[in-house]
């Protein structure tokens, strides 16, 4: 899976968003750094690229509203950071099981297993099942691991 980088505003390399159309995959791995560190979402993006493709948004959202609006406009599933708060993370569990936790310790994967989530974003592969965004050193894809070459060496925690 490839990631699209969402950044000032505009996709990187996919100024024109109808260029999306030649996009190699069916779905991508899309990254809005606006909203990760201005807390600032593109909602008119995410509907654009759906339009396009399916994706997987890692925007941090922590308000039920903002997840509500990224659902709505597109995003298949939402990638949480695990530096959520539990209440918090209860509640966008029950609005939609398609939220994926950023997990960098078997203490996140149990903490959101324990809360029915089942799908995580690593760079470490856990012995526990689930669905895995896996950006990690080895090349390994299956039914179960979704592997994410292009993922920025910037985000890669604890790797």
């Not at 903490?111 to 689930?130: A, I, P, Q, V």
């Amino acid at each position: 899976m490839e990631c699209l980088i969402i950044s000032d505003g505009e996709i990187k390399n996919y100024e024109q968003r109808n260029q999306l159309v030649s996009f190699p995959e069916d779905e991508a791995f899309v990254i809005d750094m606006d909203a990760i560190t201005k807390y600032k979402f593109n909602y008119n993006l995410y509907a654009d690229i759906s339009k396009y493709i399916e994706f997987t948004l890692m925007a941090y959202p922590y308000k039920e509203s903002d997840l509500i609006d990224i659902l709505v406009n597109g995003a298949s599933r939402v990638v949480v950071n695990n530096t959520i708060p539990d209440d918090t993370l209860q509640k966008f569990l029950t609005l939609t099981d398609e939220i994926v936790m950023n997990c960098q310790s078997y203490t996140d994967v149990l903490r959101f297993r324990g809360m029915s989530g089942n799908m995580f974003l690593s760079c470490r592969l856990f012995d526990t099942n689930g669905l895995y965004f896996y950006y990690g050193p080895f090349q390994e894809e299956s039914e179960h691991v979704i592997w994410i070459p292009t993922f920025p060496e910037s985000l890669r925690n604890g790797c």
